[in-house]
């Protein structure tokens, strides 16, 4: 059974969210080609991605919020992505700090990416560690191997810990 990740950042980014559209749907390469010729990005390339508890991979610029994206969450992943020339995904990562999802749910984003026929890296190509802090909630993306709470210097799990 897939493992579902609800969000956990800001609630007033949750609120806000709430009036922005979902993600776009990306079944097939014909999907992803059109979403481009709609959405001349500044940073080109980069989208902001989740996917949905039903498994669909939707994108959106990479300005959105994942949340918005998710169209509220849950979700089975969520992150980043680079694509190159066509459908092409060059970069992903894990990297959402509303969902913090864990290190392993590339599963889910490998079945998606196989299901549109887009080609892909085979895995993440910057796995973001979060850890939410036993002492002050906070949550942190740790970095170097270095688990100690940013905000309280508490020492983190070395286990993902954002379980309801
Ligand atoms: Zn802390």
């Keep these: 059974m897939m493992r579902l990740f609800h969000y956990v950042g800001p609630e007033s980014i949750r609120i806000a969210a709430r009036s922005s559209p979902a993600g776009c749907k990306i079944d097939s390469t014909t999907a992803l080609a059109n979403w481009w010729r709609e959405n001349r990005d500044d940073e080109r390339?980069?989208?902001?991605?989740?996917?949905?508890?039903?498994?669909?991979?939707?994108?959106?610029?990479?300005?959105?919020?994942?949340?918005?994206?998710?169209?509220?969450?849950?979700?089975?992943?969520?992150?980043?992505?680079?694509?190159?020339?066509?459908?092409?995904?060059?970069?992903?990562t894990n990297n959402s700090t509303g969902f913090c999802p864990a290190e392993d749910c590339?599963?889910?984003?490998?079945?998606?990416?196989?299901?549109?026929?887009?080609?892909?890296?085979?895995?993440?190509?910057?796995?973001?560690?979060?850890?939410?802090?036993?002492?002050?909630?906070?949550?942190?993306?740790?970095?170097?191997?270095?688990?100690?709470c940013a905000l309280c210097d508490a020492e983190l799990p070395l286990t993902w810990n954002f379980e309801l």
């Design 106 to 148: 590339w599963p889910a984003v490998h079945s998606a990416l196989e299901a549109a026929g887009l080609r892909h890296p085979g895995g993440f190509t910057f796995v973001a560690i979060f850890r939410r802090c036993p002492k002050c909630g906070g949550r942190n993306l740790v970095k170097d191997d270095w688990f100690v």
């Design 45 to 92: 390339g980069w989208v902001t991605y989740t996917i949905t508890a039903n498994g669909d991979l939707l994108i959106a610029p990479r300005r959105s919020e994942h949340v918005a994206c998710a169209g509220g969450g849950p979700v089975r992943a969520a992150g980043e992505m680079r694509f190159g020339h066509q459908s092409d995904v060059l970069e992903v």
